[in-house]
């Protein structure tokens, strides 16, 4: 499998925010988001071949129980499901990160789950390719009804401009037993400037219709860098 990096820091997105943990970056996305803040594990994949004995034992170096399996798109890869069998055999707590279009039956005790919209593929002019792709990969509404019936999850939205909001009251509408309580909304922006005016209008918005606004703390704490 492919691997950008493994580090460990704190995680400063969704309801885990503050617990220390060790991130796996897999390096491949089947999709190309214009905002991809890892463009090293998906427009131009870093990283080199790790077996999944390599990668436990690199985690396992780390004096920590939380493990956050991210990417790129981790479902891309078949090994995810060795290398989450291990871990969670040694009783590390396991997060996944996908944006919920490919499934794969992985142990994991958080499936963090962030779909995109049509609003956040790349501009067709730019990239017709990966346009066309990215809007015919990014929903799966099968896969997502998999994903939050068989596991504890979060649906963590990437919101750039007010009319995503309308979006994911869309995609809400499609999956009713959704609890609100498990729908964050996370401003784009790599700077605490950007992210603090996009707060003033989505944290009422969240407040407005029950919805959790899930603030960046990783750009807050430590900048856009690589890493944290
Ligand atoms: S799905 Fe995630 S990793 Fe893939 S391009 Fe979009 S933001 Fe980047």
Request: aromatic residues 10%; glycine residues 6%.
């Given at each position: 499998?492919?691997?950008?990096?493994?580090?460990?820091?704190?995680?400063?997105?969704?309801?885990?925010?503050?617990?220390p943990?060790?991130?796996?970056?897999?390096?491949?996305?089947?999709?190309?988001?214009?905002?991809?803040?890892?463009?090293?594990?998906s427009w131009?994949p870093?990283?080199?071949?790790?077996?999944?004995?390599?990668?436990?034992?690199?985690?396992?170096?780390w004096?920590?129980?939380?493990?956050?399996?991210?990417?790129?798109?981790?479902?891309?890869?078949?090994?995810?499901?060795?290398?989450?069998?291990?871990?969670?055999d040694?009783?590390?707590?396991?997060?996944?990160?996908?944006?919920?279009?490919?499934?794969?039956?992985?142990?994991?005790?958080l499936?963090?789950?962030?779909?995109?919209?049509?609003?956040?593929?790349?501009?067709?002019?730019?990239?017709?390719?990966?346009?066309?792709?990215?809007?015919?990969?990014?929903?799966?509404?099968?896969?997502?009804?998999?994903?939050i019936?068989?596991?504890?999850y979060?649906l963590?939205?990437?919101?750039?401009?007010?009319?995503?909001?309308?979006?994911?009251?869309?995609?809400?509408?499609?999956?009713?037993?959704?609890?609100?309580?498990?729908?964050?909304?996370?401003?784009?922006?790599?700077t605490?400037e950007?992210?603090?005016?996009?707060?003033?209008?989505?944290?009422?918005?969240?407040?407005?219709?029950?919805?959790?606004?899930?603030?960046?703390?990783?750009?807050e704490?430590?900048?856009?860098?690589?890493?944290?």
């Amino acid at each position: 499998m492919k691997i950008a990096e493994i580090y460990k820091s704190t995680q400063g997105e969704g309801l885990l925010t503050g617990t220390p943990s060790v991130f796996v970056r897999v390096s491949g996305c089947n999709l190309r988001c214009w905002f991809c803040d890892t463009p090293y594990a998906s427009w131009q994949p870093e990283g080199i071949d790790y077996a999944v004995d390599e990668i436990v034992a690199e985690i396992e170096e780390w004096d920590c129980r939380h493990v956050v399996l991210t990417g790129g798109e981790p479902m891309l890869f078949a090994e995810l499901l060795p290398l989450a069998q291990q871990l969670q055999d040694r009783d590390w707590h396991i997060t996944v990160e996908t944006a919920g279009t490919l499934y794969l039956p992985v142990a994991c005790d958080l499936m963090s789950i962030s779909p995109k919209f049509a609003s956040s593929g790349p501009p067709a002019d730019q990239h017709p390719h990966w346009s066309r792709r990215h809007e015919r990969q990014r929903y799966q509404p099968e896969v997502l009804r998999s994903l939050i019936a068989e596991y504890d999850y979060q649906l963590k939205f990437v919101i750039d401009r007010e009319p995503d909001l309308e979006e994911v009251e869309q995609f809400l509408a499609a999956f009713p037993d959704v609890q609100s309580d498990r729908v964050l909304l996370m401003p784009q922006g790599t700077t605490t400037e950007v992210l603090q005016q996009r707060a003033a209008w989505l944290v009422p918005a969240c407040h407005e219709r029950g919805w959790i606004y899930c603030p960046r703390r990783q750009i807050e704490w430590y900048g856009p860098v690589r890493g944290t």
